[in-house]
């Protein structure tokens, strides 16, 4: 996956994806109890609010929503589908895969930079 390639100084690609998926199963428990909440965009993109950068450690919230969606539990799945009922709108795919995404837990919206 992407998010796995953006290496820190002096880090291995293996060490990397380890720190993504335990940033990933951080953040997958802040869903599960409450504590963070998925927002949908107007044209289907995805942000994670309550996450604080510690817990995030550089992933992005399309790379979080992909590996929720291929590997998670089934609760965070359930938090990502409420997210999208109470917004009235499904989470486009194509758009997270363009890089549409949120600064600030879905306030306002950017085209992928």
Known sequence: MPCDTKLKPRQTIQQRADEV???VARIQARL???RAKVKVGPQGAVAFEG???VDR???TDACIYRRIMATGSPLAKAAIAKAEQ???RSINRAVVG?????HDGGKTWHNGH
């Open 21 to 23: 998926r335990a940033a």
């Open 32 to 34: 599960i109890d409450g």
């Open 51 to 53: 996450i604080v950068d």
């Open 57 to 59: 450690d550089g992933v």
């Open 86 to 88: 109470l917004s009235g």
């Open 98 to 102: 363009h890089g549409v995404h949120s």
